[in-house]
């Protein structure tokens, strides 16, 4: 067929919100490591507009679109590199676990590196 499997694209989500995230000043592996926090999904919606072709570049662009102290959602849009063609749209919703597995709260040192925008 020549196009991506649509399990892929939640991998582009995963890469978008890591990269987001770190750029914002904030690592997954620290949160982990030094707080005892995960990110855990608890929804995911993907809307396919475009099939991604083999060898298609993409560009995954990500933002929070919500953000509590327990919970932080994330919007994306997958677009082709060369033509700007919108591939996918989707959402993603999260809540922060402790060592424990139970839900708790993103630390106050934290928040405001996840904040809407």
């Known amino acids: 067929m020549g196009v991506v499997h649509h399990a892929n694209y939640l991998v582009w989500l995963e890469i978008g ?13 620290e949160l982990e490591q030094t707080e005892g926090l995960f990110l855990s999904v608890v929804d995911v919606n993907c809307r396919y507009h475009a099939p991604a072709r083999y060898d298609e570049e993409i560009i995954v662009q990500t933002e929070i679109v919500g953000a509590g102290s327990r919970v932080v959602e ?19 919703r999260h809540v922060w676990l402790n060592r424990e597995w139970r839900a708790t709260q993103l630390p106050e040192k934290y928040r405001y590196l996840l904040q809407v925008g």
């Open 17 to 29: 919100r890591v990269e987001l995230v770190r750029s914002r000043g904030c690592n997954y592996k």
């Open 74 to 92: 994330f919007g994306y849009e997958i677009r082709s590199a060369d033509s700007g063609r919108l591939l996918a749209k989707a959402t993603s």
